[in-house]
């Protein structure tokens, strides 16, 4: 019996201190004087010191460099230290320009309607019946892709 009752204490006693305060009174805590926890979170701006930092073209601004070559840095064999600096110095060099020549060409566009009048769209269907292109451009690649290596193509210029 008193086993019983003492189970039966420790039960109300465990229960009564997680049950909520019955005057309804939250205790105030430095994150929920202002706004609620979500609404603070889902109103941050991670990119509010610095703005542009996603833009095309912001890698120019950050500071990247190639890494200077320690004493106990690999260096391939059959190349000096200096040699291979050097070439490292070049594909960033070349990695950069690419990458300029890239942003260069961001956010030009050809207007629609120009190419149409070239074309000559507006006015009737001509455009159609002269070429065999049906009014597309045809790309230049860069590779012989016809297996004729031997004979003329069409973006080259033979020498007699």
């Known amino acids: ?14 229960t009564s201190a997680f049950a909520p305060s019955p005057n309804g009174a939250r205790g105030v805590t430095s994150l929920n004087e202002s706004k609620p926890l979500l609404n603070r ?6 990119f509010a010191p610095k703005k ?7 890698r120019n601004k950050k500071d990247m460099s190639v890494g200077k070559l320690a004493s106990n840095s690999y260096v391939p064999d059959g190349i000096t230290r200096e ?6 110095q070049a594909a960033a060099d070349k990695k950069k320009a690419n990458y300029q020549r890239n942003v260069n060409k961001a956010g030009v566009f050809e207007d629609y309607t120009e190419f149409y009048i070239k074309r000559g769209t507006d006015t009737n269907a001509d455009w159609k019946k002269k070429s065999n ?6 790309a230049k690649t ?8 031997d004979k003329q193509l069409f973006a080259k210029k033979f020498k007699k």
């Open 52 to 58: 542009d930092q996603n833009d095309y073209g912001a």
């Open 83 to 88: 040699q291979y600096a050097k070439s490292r």
């Open 142 to 149: 860069k590779y012989d892709w016809s297996g004729d290596s």
């Open 41 to 46: 979170i889902f109103e941050m701006d991670l």
């Open 133 to 138: 292109t049906l009014g597309h451009r045809m």
């Open 1 to 14: 019996m008193k086993i019983t009752a003492c189970l039966i204490a420790g039960s109300v006693v465990a």
